[in-house]
């Protein structure tokens, strides 16, 4: 396959660079998954989820996993201010409660027996049996894994500036994004877990790595157009292979427009979600506004590359790379490129140089203190979030009481524990 930035120049050279005006464009939007905990002492609330139907603060699959929903923004620091307005939001209710949030990814030890799933009644009560599958079939441990999804909508003129349509955009952006997932894991991975031994943490990111929420196969889909897109889910959906899919676990999603049938009928493409994002403990929102935004660059840079159907071995290593970014030790990973093997770090700073050299030629050198933002995790020691959070942070920390930079200098035992230490 060809080197990603030789085949991106003929899109780069377009006469019209006003038109890329609307790559940095779109909509943009965050759900995000955090435990709900007791000021007191920890532990997980047994309490009832105290929002209600609230549309924007629902839960995830257990009821203290509070999940905030935002609208949708039109940049990434709008973004970045509605979720942390939000999450001020629900810190204040909850602190009248004795409760606040959690802010790592993984849970804090917990007594099985005091963790419910989220009740629905009702017309939603479909929902509750969902989750009670997903229990005996995953386990509470990977149930309680906590995460952020990131949703982005190109603009709508966009496809048309690029001689495309948007269901060709979006399928062609979602194969590069998912080739290239391992890259979002190894640079926003924060939940290294602690062993009971005392050695260093096996993962980077627990919900990302082998032992996390992963479906019992592995799916291939069929990116060839929308319709195939869709039927290649639905057909593991007829064959019970999936609940539903609901339950399709990789790393990125095409999610069709809202009046569409169903999730996966073939329709118009609404959306891309990216949905292997840990809870950066560093930031009460969740998230830094630089890792929002090298993600709308990210999808920029993907968009940008050329067409690629991707096969059945592809796809596997794919989620093999991101399973290897998931892991705390990169000295020893290698990303697979093909026949390669590539050492990680080097592969992603190659990857990133790319990026940055593509924003260089659209005339956008404004962004690239955002690649510098990545490129620097890499090239300090202990710069990856979750080295930070394995020296420096107690995950046990009051969020409604710290700020950011309170949070990064606070020293403590980290409260998380591995997927296997919880079975």
């Known amino acids: 396959m060809k080197k990603p930035l030789r085949t991106t120049q003929k899109n780069l050279l377009h006469p019209d660079k006003e038109g890329l005006l609307y790559a940095f464009r779109g909509g943009f939007g965050l759900e995000k998954e ?40 039109g940049s990434a620091a709008e973004l ?27 849970p ?43 949703n982005y909508s190109y603009d709508d003129s966009y496809p048309h500036f690029l001689g495309t349509t948007p269901d060709k955009l979006y399928l062609k952006a979602a194969v590069w994004a998912y080739r290239y997932s391992w ?11 602690t062993r009971r031994d005392g050695a260093k943490p096996r993962y980077a990111s627990v919900r990302c790595g082998e032992e996390g929420y992963w479906n019992s196969f592995l799916p291939v889909l069929d990116f060839s157009d929308v319709s195939a897109y869709y039927e290649s889910i639905d057909r593991y959906v007829r064959d019970g292979s999936l609940y539903s899919a609901s339950e399709l676990y990789l790393p990125v999603r095409l999610k069709a427009r809202p009046d569409s049938a169903s999730e996966s009928h073939a ?40 067409d690629h159907l991707p096969d059945s071995m ?3 290593d794919a989620i093999y790379n991101m399973k290897q970014a998931a892991l705390f030790d990169d000295s020893r990973v290698f990303i697979r490129e093909g026949a390669e093997e590539v050492p990680i770090r080097e592969a992603a700073l190659s990857v990133l140089t790319e990026i940055e050299d593509v ?10 203190p955002v690649t510098a933002f990545q490129q620097e995790k890499l090239l300090s020691d202990g710069g990856r979030y979750a080295h930070k959070v394995y020296t420096s942070v107690d995950l046990s920390a009051d969020l409604s009481d710290n700020t950011n930079e309170a949070n990064t200098e606070t020293k403590g035992e980290i409260v998380c524990r591995s997927a296997r230490e919880l079975l």
């Not at 924003?359 to 690239?368: H, M, T, Y």
Request: charged residues 25%.
């Open 359 to 368: 924003f260089k030629a659209l005339g956008r050198s404004d962004v690239l």
């Open 314 to 316: 592809e796809q596997e």
């Open 80 to 106: 970045h201010a509605v979720i942390l307005e939000m999450t001020d939001e629900a810190l204040q209710r909850l602190d009248a409660l004795g409760e606040t949030l959690h802010p790592s990814s993984n």
């Open 183 to 193: 890259l979002i894991v190894y640079l926003t991975g924060a939940s290294p877990e």
């Open 267 to 306: 329709g118009r493409i609404d959306h891309i979600e990216l949905r292997m994002l840990d809870l950066n403990p560093f930031e009460k929102a969740g998230i830094a506004l630089k890792d929002l935004e090298f993600l709308h660059l990210f999808l920029i840079w993907c968009s940008l590359l050329p």
């Open 34 to 73: 955090s435990l709900r905990i007791m000021k007191e002492d920890g532990t997980i609330s047994k309490r009832d989820h105290p929002f209600g139907n609230h549309p924007l603060f629902s839960r995830d699959f257990a009821e203290s996993q509070l999940e905030i929903i935002t609208p949708v923004t």
């Open 108 to 150: 804090p030890a917990y007594d099985p027996d005091g963790i419910r799933i989220a009740h629905f009644t009702g017309p939603d009560s479909g929902k509750e049996e969902y989750r009670r599958y997903l229990l005996a079939n995953y386990g509470l441990s990977r149930m309680l894994l906590s995460g952020i999804h990131f």
